[in-house]
């Protein structure tokens, strides 16, 4: 007779001492596995008289039973001890305060673009945009400034290389956005209302200037556009940007070869204590260029210039923006200062309209 007990007090002792789910299964698959010891006695029956069969069959299938009931018990308890052990090393203090999320924020430059961007496409303006390196038949040419004209020098250009041998005119950093005008014109023919926002190239750098700054370019063309039109425009453009009631624009008569008549537009403020007020006072601050778009840059954009006139304008975004938010030195805008950032910069979705000024 098979000496069920020893059987058993062995495989109970190694199935306690497995300490990992690989040795326990070792352990199984030496008692019960399909050559496991027990197993094998198991297939012995056969050979016995059906008498000794009967008693031996049920002894083993209790000792099968047994041994399955520790394995089971002792897999259950491996499991049972792994998951305490990870959670005795993966514990998280739910209760530590959150690490800070640092926010970035919105450089005043591309705050006033977004405002401006605003303010005159609820004026039915669209936006336009042109390359930075420009030819210089859009720079100049176009824009009624042909090479022998003094303009071209005042323009302090930034000048591309050419290959040695090629002797067509250098590509140029754009000195202004008007360039944009002609592109604007060119794809889209006229009636046409668009205002150009970007960066522009000029070799000048002191406290107000810097070689790289931003303009936007204003066009409006039509059939019956007038100058009249043009003061609304930018009085209801200074009021909504500048967020006051009243605003007043003195224009005063200069020149530019892209525009007959040619005008400076200035407007009215006072600076009590170094505090800018826009719309009263005595004193006049020049904002902007402007005038009614000579024909000749309108027939060299393919625009018919007895059918059609309107009126352009250019204005300094980073003047717009020192102005408005009283921020001192324009060198500082370009310097990725993260104090000066953290400190001039805006919360996303500051922007005004025509009727609700700036949103906070
Ligand atoms: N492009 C001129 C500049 O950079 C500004 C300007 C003046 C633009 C008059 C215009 C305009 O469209 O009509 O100094």
Known sequence: MTDIDSIRGKYIVDIAAANDEATLEEVRLAALGKKGEISLIMRA?????PQERQTEGARLNLLKDEIDAALRARKAGLADAALDARLKDEWLDVTLPARPLRRGSIHPVSQV????????????F????GPQVETDWYNFDALNIPPEHPARQEHDTFFMNRAEGDDRPPHVLRTHT???????MVDQG?????IAPGRVYRMDMDQTHTPMFHQVEGLAIGRDISMANLKWVLEEFCRAFFEVEEVELRFRASHFPFTEPSAEVDIRYSNVGGQLKIGQGDKWMEILGSGMV????????????????????????????????????????????LRWLRHY????????????????
């Open 113 to 124: 673009m977004e405002e401006l961007t605003a303010i005159f496409a609820d004026m039915g």
């Open 345 to 360: 910069g805006f919360a996303p979705l500051d922007i005004p309209d025509l009727a609700g000024g700036l949103s906070l």
């Open 126 to 129: 669209s936006v336009a945009e």
């Open 190 to 194: 006229a009636p046409i209302r668009v």
């Open 294 to 337: 000579h024909p000749k840059v309108l027939a060299a954009a393919g625009v018919d210039p007895t059918e059609f006139q309107g009126f352009a304008f250019g204005m300094g975004i980073d003047r717009l923006a020192m102005l408005k938010y009283g921020i001192p030195d324009l060198r500082a805008f370009f310097e990725s200062d």
């Open 178 to 184: 008007s360039p944009v005008q002609i592109r604007a």
């Open 45 to 49: 029956l056969g050979a016995m008289d």
